[in-house]
């Protein structure tokens, strides 16, 4: 325990004894998480678009006019038994037509006429739960004699599926790679801060210090500096989500997901990568330069 | 203590650095290790401090055997044994109190520990009253007794002293080695490499005399007279007493009676 005290407090004071070189790190590694964080912004939000679209994982059956009320009731009860219907909503012919009025309202007039004779027909909106199961669920739903026709976006939203899982997987490597780079770019500097205390592990290791013991102070020092990086970039991509999110509700009239919601995510993202980046690479430059026989006790003469 | 068995040292790059030596220290000696440059006293001294292993032939210290040493295993070596370096190896930025200090805390020893032990070790070598200071605000011989304080610390069983006298003013020379001999006094084993002759005829010490990776003489007597005139060469010396009565004449004054 007194050891680990110490040593935390060594590792601490290398950041200021090695002010210049500690700088440079928190500022690389920054720049690579805000990149990170930008990347999985897009993504999230991308991700939030296609959302909506995929939950069209809805199929419409629409029923053949002459069922009656009895009919509607029957079939909202055996809807409602299907294994793989999550939710059924009954659409009557005169909701969907004000609805179809309502989202093209520039040829309003032109439909007026039709509310005397509708040519919609009444349907069933129903919300499948396995999507693997979808063709079953359709196939049945198909057979009822009361279903007139069943229609479904389930190729598009497939699709969508699809292009999310795409972006996901580019966004992940863009990620994965831009922690690669973080952590080779922190162990680099770590390597020149290391040659600078050459003379003190030389030392260290001639009194009989354990590798643990020298590495440690050193990775204390990466994991605080992938820390503070991780606390800017968080404040940093604050300040840029809001920005964009501003000029895009303008320009566009797009509406980014509130960052509020992605607070805690981010920022937990922000430190294991900080955290990982530095204590990893620290520790990866250290252990090499202990292991091809660096600190050795004549090293540094 | 230290026990060499027919060791022989060949470097990667095909120096031969030590041949066929064979030694033995035992607990409370005080050895001097003379022998010109690229004689093969460094690589003597790393092979105690496990920092090189034996190409052939048989090494161990303080119940280590070097040649089977595991990587995890040396700095429980080290702890056994306090290095003492020509050039002193102290960090500037500490002050004198902590260099010593930082020894203790490497093998985890309690904060009550250290606040006892470094200033009775600084009392010792005389400069507690600068446990303030930085080194760089020090003498040459005060610098070196700061590394004696910092070898002594720990409580090693061994001293291993490399020169400890070659960065320093001549009339400090002697207060380091008599500092060295007060602590082999106490019962510390001392190995002590150097090339001042001058030394090893003022302190009458065992001497064992390394030429060309060749364990030229191992004196236990020091026998070199009194009257011998400053600057007198020990390798010199012996060398010509071995042309003259050949190996073994030496060995025999020897303590185990090596080559």
């Keep these: ?301 | 203590m230290v026990q060499l068995k027919n060791v022989s040292k060949v470097y990667d790059n095909g120096t031969v650095a030590l041949k066929d030596i064979s030694l033995s220290i035992g607990k409370g000696e005080f050895v001097f290790i003379v022998g010109a440059s690229g004689a093969g006293k460094s690589t003597f001294l790393k092979m105690i401090i496990a920092e090189e292993k034996p190409t052939s032939g048989e090494v161990l210290v303080n119940d280590y055997s070097i040649n089977k040493i595991k990587r995890r295993e040396i700095p429980y070596l080290r702890r056994t044994m306090g290095i003492v370096f020509q050039d002193f190896r102290l960090i500037n930025k500490m002050t004198v109190y902590e260099n010593v200090a930082f020894v203790m805390r490497v093998t985890g020893a309690s904060p009550k520990s250290i606040k006892k032990r470094v200033p009775y070790v600084l009392g010792l070598v005389g400069l507690l009253h600068k446990a303030k200071c930085k080194p760089n605000e020090l003498s040459g011989g005060e610098q070196q007794r700061v590394g004696l304080a910092r070898a002594l610390v720990n409580n090693p069983s061994m001293i291993v002293a490399d020169e400890p006298t070659g960065n320093i003013d001549p009339k400090l020379t002697y207060e380091i080695i008599e500092l060295l001999s007060e602590i082999n006094r106490r019962g510390t084993t001392v190995v002590m490499v150097t090339h001042e002759h001058e030394l090893i005829r003022q302190f009458r010490h065992r001497v064992v005399v390394i030429d060309d990776g060749y364990l030229i003489a191992d004196d236990e007597n020091n026998s070199v007279p009194d009257d011998t005139p400053e600057f007198y060469d020990y390798t010199a010396e012996y060398k010509y007493s071995m042309n003259k009565f050949g190996p073994d004449s030496i060995a025999d004054s020897g303590k185990e009676g090596d080559r």
């Design chain 1, 1 to 301: 325990m007194n050891s680990f005290r110490y040593l935390f407090k060594e590792g601490l004071k290398n950041i200021f004894s090695n002010s210049l070189m500690s700088f440079a790190s928190f500022g690389v590694l920054s720049c690579c998480l805000i990149m990170i964080g930008c990347s999985t912004l897009f993504v999230l939000n991308i991700n939030e678009a296609f959302k909506s679209v995929e939950s069209q994982n809805v199929m419409k059956a629409y029923i053949k006019s002459e069922a009656t009320q009895q009919d509607i009731d029957a079939l909202a009860i055996r809807f409602k038994e299907m294994d793989n219907i999550e939710n059924s909503v009954f659409v009557s012919s005169d909701e969907a037509l004000k609805s179809f009025t309502e989202s093209n309202d520039d040829y309003a007039k032109a439909f007026e006429s039709l509310v005397y004779d509708n040519p919609l027909p009444a349907s069933f909106e129903l919300t499948i739960k396995d999507l693997t199961k979808y063709q079953t669920t359709y196939n049945e739903v198909s057979g009822i004699s009361l279903v007139e026709k069943v229609s479904s976006q389930y190729d598009l939203a497939q699709k969508l599926i699809g292009m999310r899982r795409m972006i996901a997987i580019i966004s992940l490597w863009i990620v994965g790679l831009l922690a690669l780079v973080s952590l080779f770019i922190i162990s680099n500097m770590v390597r020149v801060t290391m040659h600078s205390r050459r003379l003190e592990i030389s030392i260290m290791k001639s009194v009989g210090a354990t590798d643990s013991f020298i590495v440690f102070p050193f990775m204390v020092e990466g994991i605080l500096i992938g820390l503070f990086s991780a606390a800017a970039s968080f404040f940093a991509i604050w300040y840029i989500y809001y920005n964009a999110g501003g000029v895009l509700m303008d320009t566009l009239g797009t509406q980014v997901i509130p960052f509020e919601r992605l607070m805690v995510p981010i920022a937990v993202l922000f430190a294991v990568i900080g955290m990982i980046a530095g204590g990893i690479g620290s520790r990866m430059s250290i252990r090499k330069y202990l292991r091809s026989g660096g600190g050795s006790v004549y090293d540094a003469i």
